[in-house]
């Protein structure tokens, strides 16, 4: 029981310290060193970012920093991709499932290099501003749908298709994204539970680790390099698809 909460301490810090979800890296942990099946893997990971999205929302809403015309848009269109995603699941065998998330980890760690080597946005926009609704539907139901068949946060593709697509300014993009993410992930909770695919104490003991350590990890950020960070988990993000791509063959 020690270990997956501190399982989950170190996933909510490493993961508010870079700035992304951890359901990235609980999968892999989950199918190399607990042997989930991917379907456990995946259904036990998505209650733990629920519940980093769901501490993350209330933050953000605190500081008044959602933008609601969009998060309330985007979250109704995540849903029929977060159901479908968690019924597709199912049908995964590991050999499947491996190639799949390895393919994804590669993404996402060429997503963060990108990022990483970002200028910070300086200007904010306040207000009302306009931005591409019909764009930014088809996107939402593509991260609902990743969210949940793979068990994983949308927000590390979901905030650079905001920013760079439909130009949100990055905190608003951040902060509506961990809305959207809450809805989404919660109704593709409520479908894999209903799947038998969650793990419920390991779930709910990790969950609650991941919510103390985002909150250390927001003061970590305040004092440490959070670019060489992220520059180090591409590579071990990297490094970790090319092994499960590998491993799919055996």
Known sequence: MLELLILGFFIGMLGTLVGVGGGFILVPIFLFIFHYTPQQAVGTSLTVVFFNALSG?????????????????????????????SYLSHYFNSQIFYVSFGSLLIIISALLYVRSRAKTEQTEK???FAYNRTLGTLMSVLVGFLSSIFGIGGGIIHVPMMICLLGFPTHTATATSHFVLAISSFFGVLSHYFLGNILIIPGL??????????????????????????????????????????SSNH
């Open 205 to 246: 003991v990790i969950g609650f680790g991941s919510i103390v350590g985002a909150q250390f990890g927001a003061y970590l950020s305040l004092k440490t390099n959070a670019k060489s960070i992220t520059i180090l988990l591409c590579i071990a993000l990297l490094v970790l698809g090319l092994r499960m791509i590998i």
């Open 57 to 85: 929302t209330i933050a953000y809403i605190r500081q008044k920093k959602v933008y609601y015309d969009a998060a309330i848009r985007f979250s109704v269109a995540t849903l029929p991709g977060a159901v479908l995603g």
């Open 126 to 128: 306040t207000g009302n």
